[in-house]
């Protein structure tokens, strides 16, 4: 089990502790068995996500991701909750993080700025288990630069049509359906200012999502593709071109939780490489003995707990003064996600030549941590980000 003396620090109360007591039991009972030869072929991840999806669900663990009104646990999204989930999944199983995560990201959007009628429709569902979620933001020329998002969408009638590429989307040919950022209005005065939300049903005519990306660390990726994609108006999130809100209003509540799940990953690298430690012997000694050694552990576990108080107050912030948190949420994203690059490098090196044999717990999370530095902001983007705030304060 991973660590949970930071449950005793003041940014938690008693239900946070029964919560992730709740993610400790799912992930050691039920984890192990969905996720065994889940890398076996793409068909067997997309399968093992769905099952993972379907017994968060049942356990009432999505109703995190999801405000009470509408079949959750909180009156509103808790950011803390869904940290506390991540790293205690992704110390588990970076597929059982991948799929909690997803639900969280693909319907917070219709959570914080969808209709009454939107989030009766989705959210229930989402908290069950029973509906899979997308959030359909990356171009193949729009990653972290949200603004350069070039995907057309056009009032048609009595909705819209959308027609353009999406990459990258997570829960690509598996979600029910996919929130989808589109440029309406091309000629407004900042690329910013002329995106709008959609949420758009898998299965909708024109919408194409049969196009897999094979990845390192295997999850379902896809490609999107629009053409002549009729949605009605009741499917746009908010007001037209207000996508760019929603966008970053979405990443900057998710952004902290990226860090939680680094934040597993590299407790679970720690776990393994003191445990390699102290069974592995050399020249008569056990390698915990040596000082070169106690000094990487300790650079470690420096590593984790500074990146768990960053990821912790973002989230507490966030969830006790209902602020923009861009720049803590920000900095606890790219600090926990090189810490834990980082960490998992040592524990590696730890493992000597046995920590680069595929299926080995501490190379899974090699590849598994590498792509967090990515997406939802690249490292480089935050500290622009982070920087640009500190030069022009706000």
């Known amino acids: 089990m991973p660590d949970r003396t930071f449950l005793e620090w003041p940014f938690f109360d008693d239900g946070h502790r029964a919560f992730v007591t709740a ?176 949420i758009v049903d898998a299965g909708t005519p024109g919408l194409d999502a049969s196009e897999r990306i094979d990845v390192s660390a295997p999850h379902p990726l896809g490609t999107l593709r629009l053409a002549n994609c009729r949605v009605g108006a009741d499917r746009l999130l908010g007001a037209p071109n207000d996508g760019f809100r929603i966008a970053m209003g979405t990443l900057d509540l998710f952004r902290t939780t990226v860090g939680a799940a680094a934040l597993g990953f590299a407790r679970r690298a720690a776990d393994e490489a003191i445990a390699r430690a102290q069974a592995r012997r050399m020249f008569g000694r056990a390698l915990a003995d040596f000082q070169l050694t106690q000094a990487k552990l300790g650079d470690m576990l420096v590593a984790i707990d500074a990146s768990a108080l960053m990821v912790y107050r973002a989230a507490w912030t966030r969830d006790t003064q209902m602020r923009r948190v861009t720049r803590e949420a920000s900095m606890a994203k790219l600090f926990a996600t090189e810490a834990a690059q980082q960490v998992i490098d040592a524990a590696v090196q730890v493992f000597g030549g046995l920590g680069v044999v595929r299926g080995v717990t501490v190379e899974r999370l090699y590849r598994e941590i590498r792509a967090l530095r990515i997406y939802e902001g690249s490292s480089e983007v935050l500290k622009l980000i982070i920087g640009a705030r500190a030069a022009h304060p706000a």
């Open 23 to 198: 993610v400790d039991a799912f992930a050691l009972r039920e984890v192990p068995g969905l996720v065994e030869g889940a890398e076996r072929d793409t068909d067997a991840v997309y399968r093992c996500v769905r099952e993972l999806v379907r017994g968060l669900g049942d356990a009432g663990l999505l109703r995190a991701c999801v405000p009470a009104a509408f079949g959750g646990m909180h009156e509103r999204v808790d950011v803390r909750s869904l940290s506390l989930a991540r790293e205690s999944l992704a110390h588990a199983s970076g597929l059982a993080d991948f799929a909690f995560a997803m639900q969280g990201l693909g319907s917070v959007p219709i959570s914080l700025f969808g209709s009454d009628a939107q989030k009766r429709a989705y959210l229930p569902g989402v908290a069950a288990g029973t509906r899979i979620a997308a959030f359909a933001l990356s171009e193949p020329e729009a990653g972290s630069d949200v603004a350069a998002v070039a995907h057309a969408g056009r009032c048609d009638g009595a909705g819209w049509r959308l027609d353009g590429v999406k990459t990258w989307i997570s829960n690509g040919g598996l979600a029910d359906f996919y929130v989808v950022f589109a440029r309406t209005d091309p000629n407004a005065d900042k690329p910013s200012r002329g995106l709008s939300a959609f």
